[in-house]
């Protein structure tokens, strides 16, 4: 062992220890922004009750989160964890004001910028800070949704009859997240990219790859003092350069294809061929390009980061949710399933057995059964995270000033297990918003503007304060109809056509971080239902 003279005379060790020691100090005394608040899982007395309550938090955030919400339901508190910002909590009265307020003082984008550590964990930045696919996801993929059943329903039974299989003899044992994350890859991209790439195996390893490589590395460099990030990114982010590139080399020659048809097309077009042109984001994007001044965005690297940015945005949470489901219900009762075919067969029959976005809306078990699996499993702790980028920082209702920098958020994992919003919390109930329409329905007697008023507050893909799933307000994601359209399509679909053993206890959930998650290796066991 080094004796201190030995180590005052060899600069290579001394040099890094100094360093590294005055690193550690300055995390204890550096100033700090945040208001004078009541520090969550701090004890009375501590020394240095932010940091060490960074880790209490960290370790047991179902208890943090659940402590927050009951201790200081109405006022703010300091929420630390451990790799993040410590956050403001604001109460759960604040959330609507939270949301409302404009994009010139508290910032989604920078807040997941920073959370995702995306100048460094995306190969091109500029697809994240110049987002304008998001105008296609709103917009035209919201629109183009209905049309895209049939699509979709195609890819989703060619690939869960490929993965699943066919057998009405024999139980299957399957791992559900491992399956589902296929198929809803398959599916996905068969709206993103179309066929024959939407069943390119090695496009989609690469694409969840990618989706995996962005929160691990985050979660590194966040740990990771801010002058020396770029340092640690350039050896940290190696897989997700790596994916990228494979990405981009299978899509290029596609991208490359319908550039240059595109091009035919507007060069010649009294053929009309136009008309044929691919209905896909993929498509969309070009067309989008082509209208803009800046020769950037029709490069076909651009274009295809924008598809692989998709992927990541949507097939990993899409996974977790139909995962969900599925083990929710094969850990519930067999009634329940039932209830859902008769339902599903009832108003398919009523549609002339075709599948449509009217057929969908008119499945309100079918919704409920998504809403309340994500009410159950939802995958944030905290809801409408924001950072302050106010100069003169913002106060709120209550009269807190937050500085600009702060970064703040709102419960709700407690939100969606307080008994006084949803009785018997802890239940799943499958049909729980289904009678909640029905009973607003009742209430409201013939009135049916203000019937439908009700039946949406209670759909799937809606957002409030009390269900922020998918977020709340105007940066609610952008994608949640196609999505919701595209899970429900496929558990009824699963629904309708395999029998699940049903189990005694579902798996547990497990916690990364700040997100729950569903048990990735669990497995239940399922066969093709027969033809009746």
Known sequence: MLDLEELWNRPAILAPTVFILAFILYQFIRPSKLPDLPILGAKPGEWFPL????????????????????????????????????????????LQWLVEQPDSDVSM??????????DYTVTDPRLVHVPVHVNLVSGLLTRETGNLVPDLL???????????????????????????????????????IGLPMCRDAALLDVGMSFA???????????????????????FLTIPNRIHTNQFYKILRPEIQK???????????????????EPNDFLQWSIKQAKTLDDPYFSKVDTLAGRVLLLNFASIHTSSFAITHVILDLASSKQEYVEELREEINTVLAEHGGKWNKRALAAMPKLDSVMRESQRVNSFVTVATN???????????????????????????????????IYPEPEVFKPFRFAEKRAENAAAEGGDNNASYIQRARQAFATTSPEYTAFG???????????????????????????????????????????????????????KRRTTE
């Open 258 to 276: 319908r550039l240059t048809e595109y091009d035919a097309r507007r060069a010649d077009p009294e053929t009309k061929a136009a008309d044929q």
């Open 386 to 420: 924001r950072t302050v980028v106010n100069p003169k920082g913002v106060t709120t209702p209550s009269g807190i000033h937050l500085a600009q920098g702060t970064t703040v958020c709102t419960p709700s994992y407690p939100v969606f297990h307080d008994p006084n």
């Open 154 to 192: 195609d890819e989703i039974q060619y690939s869960v009859e490929g993965l699943w299989g066919t057998d009405a003899d024999n139980f299957k044992t399957i791992c559900v997240y491992d399956v589902m994350r296929r198929i809803i890859g398959q599916a996905t991209n068969r709206v993103f």
């Open 51 to 94: 940091q060490r309550a960074k880790w209490r938090n960290t370790k047991d955030m179902k208890t943090a989160t659940e402590i927050a919400y009951s201790q200081y339901r109405d006022h703010a508190c300091i929420f630390p964890v451990a790799g993040a910002h410590s956050f403001v909590m604001l109460p759960f009265k604040e």
């Open 109 to 118: 984008h920078e807040q997941t910028n920073d959370a995702l550590q995306l």
């Open 472 to 526: 709340h307000g105007r940066h609610a994601c952008p994608g949640r109809f196609f999505a919701s359209s595209e899970l429900k399509l496929m558990l009824a679909y699963i629904v309708l056509n395999y029998d699940f053993e049903i189990q005694e206890k579902r798996p547990e959930n497990f916690w990364f971080g700040m997100n729950r998650v569903p048990p990735m290796k669990a497995t239940i066991n399922i």
């Open 212 to 234: 995996q490589d962005i929160p691990l590395v985050s979660t590194v460099l966040r740990f990771i003092w801010k002058p020396l990030r770029p340092l640690a990114a350039l």
